[in-house]
């Protein structure tokens, strides 16, 4: 199976700085149509997840453009230019190219 | 507005059984893959297994292989998780989810589910 390491496991943030987050897969996440099987979910306070980035780096509907995904293959960054308030929570990985589907171990956000 | 909303969740027995159900709408239900992934409080997210489209693949976990069957009927955008010979460790908060791995990502709130006696 597909493991996904996640870190850091906790990060305070300061609110207009920038915050990243690194997801490290155990195989290659790289499928033959070009596309990275890899997402970033959101998990706000007593909330469900909510879909960031989708197949490594694009946005989700809605999504505001501080929040960018990049990475390919193994290696995968979820980046926030400037944290704002509301950023914080937990933040997954997850890969689903192969099954089962696996998620990292979350990323605390917090101010 | 798209909507997933889980129920049955509950307290049960060790080897007894629940069935959860996800309501969706507000989206052509019968055209997405659907999952069932479960949260234990305060820990992160697994994966619980997943239904094709026209319900013809299952796929499970390894941890309820055998216990659980996921299916669905379209015809009332409605999917189901049949859990059974539940245990302990099945404790924990149950999210329906649409299109994971997809541009349309989206999870219900959560059903809760506890097994103890």
């Known amino acids: 199976d597909i493991v996904l390491t996640q870190s850091p496991l906790s990060l305070p943030v300061t609110p207009g700085e920038p915050a990243s987050i690194s997801c490290r897969s155990s195989?290659?996440?790289?499928?033959?149509?070009?596309?990275?099987?890899l997402d970033w979910y959101l998990q706000k306070p007593g909330q469900s997840p909510q879909l960031l980035i989708f197949?490594?780096?694009n946005r989700a509907s809605g999504v505001p453009d501080r929040f960018s995904g990049s990475g390919a293959d193994t290696d995968f960054t979820l980046k926030i230019s400037r944290v704002e308030a509301e950023d914080v929570g937990v933040y997954y990985c997850?890969?689903?190219?192969?099954?089962?589907?696996?998620f990292g171990q979350g990323t605390k956000v917090e101010i | 507005e798209v909507q997933l909303v889980e129920s049955g969740g509950g307290l049960v027995q060790p080897g007894g059984s629940l069935r959860l159900s996800c309501a969706a709408s507000?989206?052509?239900?019968?055209?997405?893959?659907m999952y069932w992934v479960r949260q234990v409080p305060g820990k992160g997210l697994v994966w619980v297994s997943r239904?094709?489209?026209?319900?013809?693949?299952?796929t499970y976990a390894d941890s309820v292989k055998g216990r659980f069957t996921i299916s669905r009927d379209n015809a009332k955008s409605t999917f189901y998780l049949q859990m059974d010979s539940l245990r302990a460790e099945d404790t924990a908060l149950y999210y329906c989810?649409?299109?994971?791995?997809?541009?349309?990502?989206?999870w219900g709130r959560g059903t809760t589910v506890t097994v103890s006696s």
């Open positions: 989810a649409r299109d994971l791995g997809g541009s349309a990502g989206f």
């Open positions: 507000g989206f052509t239900f019968s055209t997405y893959w």
């Open positions: 239904t094709s489209p026209g319900g013809s693949i299952t």
């Open positions: 195989q290659s996440l790289l499928y033959s149509n070009g596309h990275n099987y």
């Open positions: 197949l490594g780096s």
């Open positions: 997850i890969q689903t190219l192969l099954t089962p589907p696996a």
